[in-house]
């Protein structure tokens, strides 16, 4: 028996993104900055983007984290850019955390194509480049895959 999300909904109907969807980071770092919020970091992350700025876990931690009320969180600048944005580009890009390798591919993002186009207007990656099939966005959902780049 799976225990990944289906694509189907209970109506049988396919979702709206069926044919499937566009997607290539151009790496403008327009998500990385300029509205505060939550960027999840696990463990194994943590001891990996720590090892990679050359720091112990604890000062990582002490420098870039924040606790918050489901774990670990990067911390932000004044102006709310991510902590690990410099010059307009991510640090730490081919390791960055498991939340931003999935992007645009979130649930809230897929609710409807209003709310994907919507999201569009920030991203100039998004409905561009590289094509993600159904299968594919399926397994990023599923925590299977996530978005190259
Ligand atoms: S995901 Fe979109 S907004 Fe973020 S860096 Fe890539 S193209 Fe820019």
Redesign the pocket.
């Known amino acids: 028996m799976s225990t990944s999300r289906s694509s189907r909904k209970p109506s049988g109907k396919a979702p709206w993104y069926k044919d499937g969807l566009r997607f290539s980071?151009?790496?403008?770092?327009?998500?990385?900055s300029g509205k505060p919020g939550y960027v999840w970091v696990n463990d194994a992350e943590i001891t990996g983007i720590a090892a990679r700025l050359g720091l112990s876990r604890e000062d990582f931690r002490d420098k870039y984290l924040k606790l918050t009320y489901r774990g670990y969180s990067l911390t932000e600048k004044a102006n709310y850019d991510c902590i690990l944005l410099e010059n307009g580009k991510c640090l730490v890009y081919d390791i960055r955390p498991r939340q931003c390798r999935t992007?645009?591919f979130w649930p809230e993002n897929l609710r409807s194509r209003g709310h994907w186009d919507e999201e569009a207007r920030?991203?100039?990656?998004?409905n561009e480049g590289m094509h993600f099939p159904l299968s594919e966005i399926e397994d990023i959902l599923a925590g299977r895959s996530e978005t190259v780049?």
């Open positions: 980071c151009k790496q403008c770092g327009a998500c990385c992007w645009p920030g991203c100039p990656g998004m780049g």
